[in-house]
């Protein structure tokens, strides 16, 4: 994980491999242990040397023991929530509003699921639901400012457990996770897309990075490069 820079789920919350790494062990090319296993959080000390070897895909050395940070467990029970979006700059928009409120209490978002993908999940994948009308955005939002965030943003009650209505048209329904069985089916959406994909017959994988505020014509642009080919 460390060779690769891998990001993952809470990514948003806690950053990538490359942010958690206070100290590195690597074995160079030519057999030599290069020993930076240093527990330091402020080390000043020149050359930040162990960030030449994450994310390098073992290009300079193989890395064989790190230091790491670590994080309490959250107290406060997170709870899943699924947005129904129009599109992919309105769950950016959901998220942004999120961040502006409370940005603590995100601990993960995946503001794809993307209409195609999903489908491919609700075709194939045994007891897969939307738990709102259409394809959006899955935030797990915890901590104590996670039900004013949602007070600031919903107008009126809760007319379900499950349902929500919002504001201005950005979200046009929502799920809230009431149970475990709610949380996981609102997740299998995300976790089952590459099974659903090699049972549609074709599996696209991809692992592109650009700045959030690119993202949504980043999706649109490779959606209607993908339809073309």
Not at 37 to 47: A, E, P, S
Not at 126 to 132: I, S
Not at 166 to 183: C, H, K, N, P
Request: glycine letters at 10%.
């Amino acid at each position: 994980m460390l060779a690769v820079n891998a990001g993952g789920n809470n990514t948003v919350r806690y950053g990538n491999a490359r942010d958690l790494v206070l100290g590195l062990e690597a074995v160079l090319p030519d057999g030599t242990i290069w020993n930076g296993l240093r527990r330091l959080r402020k080390d000043n000390t020149g050359i930040c040397l162990r960030q030449l070897f994450v994310g390098s895909e073992g290009t300079l050395g193989i890395i064989t023991a790190a230091v790491l940070k670590l994080a309490p467990a959250n107290r406060r029970k997170s709870r899943w929530r699924f947005a129904a979006v129009q599109n992919a700059a309105d769950a950016l928009e959901l998220f942004a509003r999120f961040q502006a409120h409370d940005a603590a209490s995100i601990s993960a978002v995946r503001a794809g699921c993307p209409g195609l993908g999903t489908s491919f999940v609700l075709r194939h994948i045994p007891n897969a639901v939307l738990p709102a009308g259409q394809p959006g955005a899955i935030l797990r939002v915890g901590g104590a400012g996670h039900a004013k965030a949602e007070r600031r943003l919903a107008v009126g009650r809760w007319n379900t457990c499950w349902k929500v209505h919002w504001r201005d048209g950005t979200v046009v329904d929502a799920a809230i996770a009431e149970s475990e069985t709610q949380r996981a089916a609102i997740w299998r959406l995300r976790e089952e897309h590459s099974e659903a994909q090699k049972r549609e017959g074709a599996s696209v994988k991809n692992d592109v990075s650009v700045p959030v505020s690119k993202v949504a014509a980043f999706i649109e642009e490779a959606t209607v490069a993908w339809c073309r080919r």
